[in-house]
């Protein structure tokens, strides 16, 4: 009936709604304001275009999430909210505006199409897989950034040596996360269990709700750099490219978007913002940033 | 679309499940909130208070990771139709408690006068009255338990809820995918609305 401190604690920021790990929000505040000093800034921009229109507007819309470590996570104590995703937001704001005023509406799988079209936001920055079908409701700019899933087991589960060993056995992953389509398409027996954030999967795992956790290799390495009990298992197995979510039929903002994300990749800022983000729990050095129009979709 | 199916059966076995475990349980409660015995009736209320009183998702997520650091692990459709069921179970004792209120004081004193026991004017004489006056307000927690049932998506099970958005994820026709899940509740509401006619025909006079 021991309930050890940890656990507990573990327990009580699940109930908090915190998704946030010990270790706090990756990526410190002044390499993200060094970075945003020396983004550039577009010249003119043509009259009546979405892009004018945030311009005077003076903040840029953002669909994206408050939850996602190392990608846009918010730190509860200053409210800022960082991570690979939330700084390309940024950067995107200094862009269009000149300040990197952005305003972050927290998205959901079910709401980034609608809140696209009818206007809400402008952008979705929020590990959106580009996909054909997605691609009939909404545009992407990039891809901008390649990830793969992976698969993560407790430290002597041995069963699971490759993802086919997937099949039959029960899998958690995250709530509406490019991971639910990944197993289903690697094994298709697999029995997928979701929870709503990382920490929540981490406990399932441990508890023995599943055989195996799949979730993008970023996490799971951050993970797994803060709990010895984990163990991914080889490389990931697929490949998500991620867009910049925009509306469906405004080519001339698509461009615009395209074209920033060229400039950053070329400047070197895009690497920056990978290594104060990303690249602070995967090692070696940042990766070549995909083509722009690569992804099937896109 | 097998797995709106899934869902759908998913959410219709959870929803019959916690509304039988609620009300029998509800019940118990109720009679321990009116019994003359104070320490009974503490017990009901403390019951009560706790349970209406602490939001379901918190009670679920309690359970499905508190439980298995006891020790104990039951499957996760279980513990959510455990939980559901615990939480509701508050509720349909507040409202079988209104109806047993609703009973003139008079009648409980007839029958003991009678000299039926505490226990035999509660079975015979209160709870039955009680019963019937309360059947919509039990329908209407039956409704609202049907519609909470979709929080059990939030610790793992697959419901209706989170089967439309594990099939939204791939259409990304959310509008869609969330009308039909919402066509589907309102299905299961209407059908037991019709049911509470139905015994509310039955057993009133």
């Not at chain 1, 700084?87 to 200094?94: C, D, I, V, W």
């Not at chain 2, 650091?69 to 069921?85: C, D, H, R």
Request: with cysteine.
């Amino acid at each position: 009936m021991g309930i050890r401190l940890t656990s507990l604690s573990v327990l009580l920021a699940l109930v908090a709604g915190c998704t946030g790990g010990p270790s706090g929000v990756p990526g410190s505040t002044s390499t993200a304001d060094q970075l945003l000093a020396k983004a550039p800034v577009a010249g003119e921009l043509p009259a009546g275009s979405t892009m004018d229109k945030i311009r005077k507007r003076g903040e840029l819309l953002v669909g994206g999430s408050l939850d996602a470590p190392l990608l846009s996570q918010q730190n509860p104590a200053t409210g800022e909210v960082s991570g690979f995703d939330a700084e390309l937001s940024k950067l995107l704001a200094k862009y269009i505006i000149g300040q990197p005023r952005t305003k972050l509406v927290t998205a959901t799988s079910e709401t980034r199409e609608p809140l696209l079209s009818n206007g809400t936001v402008d952008v979705i920055f929020q590990t959106y897989t580009i996909t054909p079908k997605r691609a009939e409701q909404v545009a992407f700019a990039g891809p901008y950034y390649e990830s793969g899933q992976s698969i993560a087991v407790v430290k002597g589960h041995e069963e699971i040596k490759k993802p086919e060993d997937l099949a039959g056995k029960t899998v958690i992953a995250g709530a509406n996360t490019p991971s639910i389509a990944a197993i289903q398409k690697v094994a298709p027996t697999a029995k997928i269990v979701e929870f709503g954030s990382d920490p929540e999967c981490l406990a399932a795992l441990k508890q023995g709700r599943g055989d195996a956790y799949v979730q993008d290799q970023a996490l799971l390495i951050a993970d797994a750099s803060l709990d010895p009990e984990l163990q991914l298992v080889g490389e990931p197995f697929t490949t998500d490219p991620y867009g910049v979510g925009l509306e469906h039929d405004d080519a001339e903002f698509k461009t615009f978007v395209n074209d920033w994300l060229r400039e950053i990749q070329r400047s070197g800022l895009w690497h920056e913002a990978w290594r104060g983000s990303i690249g602070t729990v995967v090692k070696g050095e940042a990766p070549v940033p995909p083509a722009i129009g690569s992804a099937e979709g896109s | 679309m097998s797995l709106l199916a899934e869902g759908f059966l998913s959410t219709v076995a959870l929803t019959l499940l916690s509304f039988a475990g609620a009300f029998s349980l509800g019940v118990c409660v109720v009679v321990l909130r009116v019994v003359p015995v104070p320490v009974l009736r503490a017990v009901g209320t403390a019951y009560v208070e706790t349970f209406q009183n602490v939001p379901l998702l918190v009670w679920l997520v309690l359970f499905v990771f508190g439980l298995p650091e006891a020790g104990i692990t039951f499957p996760l459709f279980w513990t959510a139709a455990l939980v559901i069921s615990l939480y509701e179970a508050a509720y349909v004792a507040e409202a079988l408690r209104s109806g047993v209120n609703s009973v003139a004081r008079g009648q409980g004193e007839a029958a003991r006068a009678l000299g039926l026991t505490t226990a035999q004017s509660l079975r015979h004489v209160v709870v039955p009255q009680a019963l019937r006056r309360v059947v919509q307000p039990v329908a209407n927690i039956a409704i609202a338990l049907t519609m909470a049932t979709s929080l059990a998506g939030a610790v793992g099970v697959v419901e209706l809820t989170r089967a439309a958005n594990r099939i939204n994820l791939d259409l990304a026709q959310p509008v869609l995918v969330f009308a039909g899940a919402g066509l589907c509740y309102l299905g299961l509401a209407a059908g037991i609305g019709a049911l509470a006619g139905l015994v509310e025909r039955r057993v009133a006079h």
